[in-house]
């Protein structure tokens, strides 16, 4: 059985306290009005070391968890969601492209999730989001054709159904706007294209197992194999 050996330090503490900002994260939170320290930060930097080298985590090592811990499948997507969360796009997340990722893929408001999607479902990082693209998505979601021609109409059809819905201004991609403009009508569209984003169940327990990460906690679903 594998298990995190990982350990408070003072350079994770420090550099907790420095990534904290602008995250959804807490350094304390008050319980029956007694400050206490709780080291969400630090939590998660003990995961990423667990799982990194020289402080890099690369893809496979990333997409392991997605798939343990949230639940995500499709391949296409978690290369996506892997390539937002690597901002400087140099192929390995640091410790804040983790911390701020997570932060936005955990805790996210409804801007922030609305952005994310977006990006994870602009696979060629144009900015938009084409026709190709949600014909690549939407094909492995359809339940099998009895043949590939039949598979092909019927994608072709859900895309134009989407095209219709989705791209507001009617230029033939889906821009961030026409993106934001439709989810905030529908949020059901949020995750219209594949799962992205870890539902509430996934979340909670995800977080609730964190803390294991601090003491020599038995973190198994997270460990590669
Ligand atoms: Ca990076
Ligand atoms: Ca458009």
New binding site residues.
């Given amino acids: 059985m594998a298990t995190i050996t990982s350990k408070p330090n003072k350079k994770n503490t420090k550099t907790a306290e420095s990534l904290q900002p602008g995250t959804h994260y807490f350094n304390f939170y008050c319980y029956r009005n007694i400050s206490v320290k709780k080291d969400e930060v630090e939590n998660l930097l003990a995961l990423f070391e667990a799982n990194a080298k020289n402080e890099k985590m690369d893809r496979s090592k990333f997409r392991d968890i997605l798939y343990k811990q949230f639940e995500l499948t499709e391949d296409i997507l978690m290369d996506r969601v892997f390539k937002v969360f690597d901002e400087d796009n140099d192929g390995n997340l640091n410790m804040k492209e983790w911390v701020c990722g997570m932060s936005k893929f955990l805790r996210g408001t409804f801007k922030e999730q609305i952005d994310f999607c977006f990006k994870v479902y602009d696979l060629n990082g144009s900015g ?1 989001i084409t026709r190709e693209a949600v014909q690549h998505m939407l094909k492995d979601c359809m339940v099998k054709s009895p043949t590939e021609e039949d598979a092909d109409e019927n994608v072709k059809d859900l895309v134009d159904q989407v095209f219709k819905k ?10 961030p ?2 993106f934001k403009t439709t989810v905030e009508n529908e949020k059901l569209l949020l995750e219209a294209f594949g799962k992205c984003l870890p539902g509430e169940k996934e979340v909670t327990m995800f977080e609730r197992m964190l803390p294991a990460c601090q003491t020599d906690g038995d973190l198994t679903k997270s460990q590669p194999h």
């Fill in positions: 938009y989705m791209d507001v201004d009617h230029d033939g991609k889906i821009s706007l026409d």
